[in-house]
């Protein structure tokens, strides 16, 4: 089992850079494949980007891609999200999860364990 915890949200403007962190307890966190979602208010929770256990292979979601990069630091058992040219839309709680096995999935049900979520909030 793992347990998550996001950090790094906050309130910034149109254009700015956030970076999100996810730390992992356990010392399994390698074995994991990992995602980064949201849900912003009246709306379903989204995959935002996925890696695989190595770090090797990725998944951004359209709305995401060029502007957000996912990574992860295994040593550090610490998943990222650094997230650039932020948009208004881009406001939501951001959540990261941890799936068994180690290759890159997208959906929600894939994902064995959650975080508590950290708002982001991105004014006009």
């Known amino acids: 089992q793992v347990q998550l915890v996001e950090s790094g949200g906050g309130l910034v403007q149109a254009g700015g850079s956030l970076r999100l962190s996810c730390a992992a307890s356990g010392r399994t966190f390698s074995s994991y494949a990992m995602g980064w979602f949201r849900q912003a208010p009246g709306k379903e929770r989204d995959i935002v980007a996925a890696?695989?256990?190595?770090?090797?292979?990725?998944y951004y979601a359209d709305s995401v891609k060029g502007r957000f990069t996912i990574s992860r630091d295994n040593a550090k058992n610490t998943l990222y999200l650094q997230m650039n040219s932020l948009e208004p839309e881009d406001t939501a709680v951001y959540y990261c999860?941890?799936?068994?096995?180690?290759?890159?999935?997208?959906?929600?049900?894939?994902?064995?364990?959650w975080g508590q979520g950290t708002q982001v909030t991105v004014s006009s």
């Open positions: 999860a941890a799936r068994n096995g180690g290759l890159v999935r997208t959906t929600e049900k894939d994902y064995n364990y």
């Open positions: 890696i695989n256990w190595s770090g090797a292979n990725t």
